[in-house]
């Protein structure tokens, strides 16, 4: 067994947050551009684009929301959207019935709550239909430039992976991450270790060989 990885089953929590800034630095290298897959020009856009989301790919929902912000260009717009129309819309993104529902109701506490504008805190963000923390650090921190961790399936498996996190819960792993992040670099964190979910370390055959932060990772070969 390599050294460094016989040494994370014992690590402390310093040694922890140590290995978890060299995992940064090396992702910084190796997906300086990491960002939002989803294609948005406002926070309204990626608001929405965040609640198709759920249970469906980021190439999904961006082959269906140009068509969808055309015709539904504002929060008023989407408000008062028939509702058969807009679940025929976005019918292949699935569970195109409940995401219509939230779709219209947190547009329309958008409209009558924040003037038709999306909130740029997460109290409010979370307050609205569809939107949990996950979707509200996507906005804060790829539109409003507020850090922020994001939970999602790739963050989730690559932080167990990496023994960042013993739990399961997606609020706890945000703030066990928190706690070995910089503020500053939340988001970037989050986008860059989901790329890296999306290209190396895949949920079935992880490419182990391949990966620039296997020597830091205890899961090595052994997926």
């Known amino acids: 067994m390599n050294k460094t990885r016989a040494k994370i089953s014992t690590e402390s929590a310093a040694a922890?947050?140590?290995r978890a800034l060299e995992i940064l630095s090396?992702?910084?290298?190796?997906?300086?551009?990491?960002?939002?897959h989803l294609n948005y020009t406002s926070a309204l856009e990626l608001l929405?684009?965040?609640?198709?989301?759920?249970?469906?790919?980021?190439?999904?929902?961006?082959?269906?929301t140009p068509g969808l912000f055309k015709k539904y260009p504002t929060a008023a717009?989407?408000?008062?959207?028939?509702?058969?129309?807009?679940?025929?819309?976005?019918?292949?993104c699935g569970f195109f019935r409940?995401?219509?529902?939230?779709?219209?109701?947190?547009?329309?506490?958008l409209v009558d709550e924040h003037g038709g504008k999306v909130p740029a805190t997460m109290?409010?963000?979370?307050?609205?239909?569809?939107?949990?923390?996950k979707t509200a650090n996507v906005v804060l921190g790829n539109f409003y430039k507020i850090p922020g961790i994001i939970v999602d399936t790739h963050i989730m498996r690559l932080s167990k992976r990496l023994k960042l996190t013993s739990n399961t819960d997606p609020?706890?792993?945000?703030?066990?991450?928190?706690?070995?992040?910089?503020?500053?670099?939340?988001?970037?964190?989050?986008?860059?270790l989901g790329d890296h979910g999306r290209t190396v370390c895949f949920?079935?055959?992880?490419?182990?060989?391949?990966?620039?932060i296997s020597h830091l990772c205890p899961s090595a070969g052994k997926v």
């Open 203 to 212: 949920a079935r055959k992880p490419r182990c060989g391949e990966c620039v």
């Open 171 to 192: 609020e706890k792993i945000e703030f066990d991450l928190r706690a070995l992040i910089p503020e500053a670099k939340w988001t970037f964190f989050s986008n860059s």
């Open 77 to 92: 717009d989407f408000a008062r959207a028939d509702r058969d129309e807009l679940e025929e819309e976005i019918h292949s």
């Open 123 to 133: 109290e409010e963000l979370t307050k609205l239909a569809g939107v949990g923390r």
């Open 48 to 64: 929405i684009g965040c609640i198709l989301s759920a249970q469906c790919t980021d190439k999904r929902v961006n082959e269906v």
């Open 16 to 18: 922890k947050k140590k």
């Open 26 to 36: 090396i992702l910084e290298t190796e997906y300086p551009n990491a960002r939002c």
């Open 98 to 109: 409940a995401k219509a529902k939230s779709i219209v109701n947190c547009s329309k506490a």
